[in-house]
């Protein structure tokens, strides 16, 4: 069984410019949760999606947008990059049988994200 | 709003000892705690998972329990070994199905 994987493991951007990061969920998973993990802090929840809808969202602006595809595998877009911007992102994957994902979540390795 | 609160931020201890990790919310309106490992720059590892209607798990050196009404948890691990150095990460989920966390312990064992 495959776990959560992430792509890429570390990307460096400049201010201003766009990023997309990729996760693939562990096998039989259908809902994604991205999270944010600042320097010495906990992570912060950015936004879940259960079978391809948004299915909550945190304390983040309209410019950190994502996707969930057929197949549950998930995009993490981010315009407009800031320098607080810079952090570790993380997906988390879990198994749902109804709408709401309460279930255990299983994490990736994570994208480390620098912005210059 | 949830907050979750883990104290202290550091802990070494030698070897070999018992020890305790303690965490605290505020709102007791949770579904499940975890209990995760977070090792320097890596992802997170989940070690336990509680259900809001259950008081502890276990699993081999590491025992969870939960107390829902007064909003802790505690995370036991027995006979320490240097490999279990890392970050102790607990995190609730809420009616929004969002995991809050807490900031960490940073756990040394020294040999």
């Known amino acids: 069984e495959t776990g959560v994987t992430q792509s890429p493991t570390h990307l460096i951007k400049t201010r201003g410019q766009q990023v997309t990061l990729r996760c693939s969920s562990q096998s039989g998973?259908?809902?994604v949760s991205w999270y944010q993990q600042a320097l010495g802090q906990g992570p912060q929840f950015i936004f879940q999606y259960y079978?391809?809808?948004?299915?909550?969202?945190g304390n983040f602006p309209p410019r950190f947008s994502g996707l969930q595809f057929p197949n549950y595998s998930s995009e993490l877009n981010v315009n407009a990059l800031e320098l607080d911007d810079s952090a570790l992102y993380l997906c988390a994957s879990s198994p749902s049988t109804t709408r709401g994902g309460k279930n255990e979540q299983f994490f990736g390795p994570g994208t480390r994200l620098t912005v210059l | 709003k949830q907050e979750v609160?883990?104290?202290p931020a550091a802990l070494s201890v030698p070897e070999g000892e018992n020890l305790v990790l303690n965490c605290s919310f505020t709102d007791s309106a949770i579904y499940n705690l975890q209990w995760f490992r977070q090792d320097p720059g890596k992802g997170l590892t989940s070690l336990l998972l509680i259900q809001?209607?259950?008081?502890?798990?276990?699993?081999g050196r590491l025992n969870a329990s939960l107390d829902k009404s007064?909003?802790?948890?505690t995370l036991y691990i027995a006979a320490s070994?240097?490999?279990?150095?890392?970050?102790?990460?607990c995190a609730v989920t809420g009616a929004n199905s969002k995991l809050t966390f807490g900031k960490g312990i940073t756990l040394s064992v020294r040999p």
Do not use: C, F, V
Request: no cysteine.
């Open chain 2, 52 to 59: 809001s209607s259950q008081r502890e798990q276990t699993s």
């Open chain 1, 51 to 57: 079978r391809e809808e948004e299915n909550g969202r």
């Open chain 1, 29 to 31: 998973h259908n809902t």
């Open chain 2, 81 to 89: 070994q240097p490999g279990d150095s890392a970050t102790y990460l």
């Open chain 2, 5 to 7: 609160t883990q104290i």
């Open chain 2, 70 to 73: 007064s909003g802790r948890s």
